[in-house]
C-alpha cells in the first residue's frame, strides 16, 4: 500500500527528491513544508503535490503522514530527524546525518528502538567509481587493500556562494564557513561504500583560510570555524588506511568530478582525475573512464534549471553510467525521463527508501553505515582543532542484521 510522505524543506536538491517519489508507485501523496512558505507553495505548484503543511511540527502530529524526507540546512539535520522518530515517522535524510556524536547515537538507538526506516541519501553509494569498486572487491582483483583515498573537491566559487546566498539569507556568510569535515560523507562514504571496514583513529590538519571575503572567518562565522580546505589521514580497522581530503579553496573543475577515489591493493588499483579513471594490476593499465561515465539526462541549459546556479546544473543533470545498468532494471518503469543526478544516483537512493519502508528491511544507508559515514569527520575536525594530534573514533557497531534484512520483530512499533 503506498504510503503518504511530507518534504522538509523546499529547496534546490528537494525539487529533485520530491519529483522521485511523486512519480514511484510505492508513495501516495506527497506534500511540503518550510520555514519560507512561499517556497513549499512553489514547489507544490510546479510539481502537482498533494499540498503544504504549515509547519514540521505540524507534519508530525498529522497521523496520515508516515514519513518526512529532510532537505533542510545542513547542521539541522540530527535533531529533525531524531523529532521524526520519535513521532513515529520513517526518515529520508540528506547528508550529513548530524553534526554532533549524541545526534548520531540518538538516531541509531531509535532506529534500534522503533524499527522505523532512517535512510541518509549518501550519493557516493552510487557513484560510478564506487559500484566499480565495489565489484573489484567482490571479485578480489584488488587483493588485500591497505589504503585508499576520497576527495570531495568543491570550490566555494564553483556553485557554493550561490547555494549559501540562497539557503542563509542576510547572514549567509556565517554559514558558509561550515567546516569541511562536518560534510565529509561524499567522500568518505565513496571509500566505504565499496570497502567493508570503518575508520578507528584520524589525524587531521586543516588550512586556515586567508581570502579575506567573509566566509571561514572566526569572527563571522557561526561555527568558530576559518578552515577552508582540510586533510585527514584514518587508520580503519583490519589494518590499512584512508586519506580524505575535503577541499572549499581549490583550482579544479569541481562541475567535472567534484568527488573522485583512489584504492591501492596487492593485486590491483584504481585511480580517477577529474576527466580519466584507470584500472591498474602488475601487467599493466585499462583505462575505464567509458564505463563510469555518466550520460546527460538534460541540457544544462534546460528551462527546468533556471533557478539553479550554473556550476552546480551538473548535479542534476547526470544520468546513469553503463556500470549501473543491471541496478536500474530494478528501478520503477515511472522513472524513465525522470530527474536524475550526483553521477546517477538520485533514482536509485529514492527507490532504496520506498523499498525499504515497504518491506520494513534496512536500506543500504542505514543508521548504523550512516553513522560510520558522518562520525569520523567530526572527530576529524577535532583533531584539525588541537593541531593534528591522533584521537580515536568511537563506533556505534554494525547493524543487527544485514542491508536488505528486517529488523528483529521485537523493535517494531
Request: hydrophobic share 40%; charged share 20%; proline share 6%.
Amino acid at each position: 500500500m503506498p504510503f503518504t510522505l511530507a518534504m522538509i524543506g523546499a529547496g534546490q536538491f528537494s525539487s529533485q527528491f520530491a519529483s522521485l517519489f511523486q512519480l514511484h508507485p510505492g508513495v501516495g501523496q506527497v506534500f511540503a513544508t518550510d520555514v519560507l512558505p512561499e517556497r513549499a507553495e512553489r514547489l507544490v505548484a510546479d510539481l502537482g503535490l498533494a499540498g503544504t503543511k504549515a509547519s514540521f511540527d505540524a507534519v508530525l502530529e498529522d497521523p496520515s503522514i508516515d514519513a518526512v524526507a529532510i532537505f533542510t540546512q545542513r547542521w539541522t539535520h540530527g535533531s529533525l530527524v531524531a523529532a521524526a522518530l520519535r513521532a513515529g515517522k520513517h526518515v529520508y535524510s540528506a547528508v550529513p546525518m548530524a553534526i554532533t556524536a549524541e545526534e548520531i547515537t540518538e538516531i541509531v538507538e531509535l532506529v534500534r528502538a522503533t524499527g522505523l526506516t532512517y535512510m541518509m541519501g549518501e550519493t557516493s553509494q552510487y557513484n560510478p567509481a564506487t559500484v566499480f569498486a565495489r565489484r573489484k572487491l567482490a571479485a578480489d582483483a584488488f587483493g588485500r587493500v591497505f589504503y585508499t583515498e576520497g576527495d570531495y573537491l568543491h570550490d566555494m566559487d564553483l556553485g557554493f556562494y550561490d547555494a549559501y546566498r540562497y539557503s542563509g539569507g542576510e547572514d549567509w556568510r556565517a554559514t558558509a564557513s561550515y567546516p569541511p569535515m562536518w560534510y565529509p560523507t561524499h567522500s568518505i562514504g565513496g571509500v566505504l561504500g565499496a570497502l567493508p571496514r570503518h575508520a578507528v583513529s584520524v589525524s587531521c590538519l586543516g588550512v586556515h583560510d586567508d581570502l579575506g571575503d567573509g566566509v571561514f572567518d572566526e569572527a563571522v562565522s557561526m561555527f568558530d570555524n576559518d578552515f577552508s580546505n582540510m586533510t585527514a589521514l584514518f587508520e580503519l580497522d583490519g589494518g590499512g588506511s584512508m586519506r580524505i581530503n575535503e577541499f572549499r579553496r581549490v583550482g579544479y573543475p569541481s562541475p567535472i568530478r567534484e568527488s573522485r577515489f583512489r584504492f591501492f591493493g596487492t593485486q590491483g588499483s584504481f585511480e580517477q582525475t577529474a576527466t580519466t579513471s584507470i584500472w591498474q594490476d602488475k601487467d599493466g593499465a585499462t583505462d575505464v573512464s567509458e564505463e563510469i561515465a555518466t550520460r546527460a539526462t538534460l541540457p544544462l541549459d534546460d528551462p527546468s534549471l533556471a533557478d539553479v546556479a550554473p556550476a552546480l546544473r551538473g548535479a542534476f543533470v547526470s544520468g546513469h553510467a553503463p556500470v549501473h545498468d543491471d541496478l536500474v532494471t530494478r528501478l520503477p518503469k515511472s522513472f524513465a525521463g525522470a530527474p536524475n543526478g550526483h553521477e546517477g544516483s538520485h533514482q536509485l537512493l529514492a527507490d532504496d527508501f520506498v523499498r525499504a519502508v515497504e518491506t520494513r528491511t534496512l536500506p543500504p544507508v542505514n543508521a548504523w553505515i550512516a553513522a560510520r559515514y558522518t562520525l569520523p569527520g567530526l572527530v576529524a575536525y577535532e583533531s584539525a582543532k588541537q593541531g593534528g594530534a591522533r584521537l580515536p573514533i568511537p563506533d556505534l557497531g554494525d547493524a543487527p542484521v544485514p542491508a536488505g534484512e528486517a529488523l528483529p520483530a521485537a523493535t517494531h512499533r
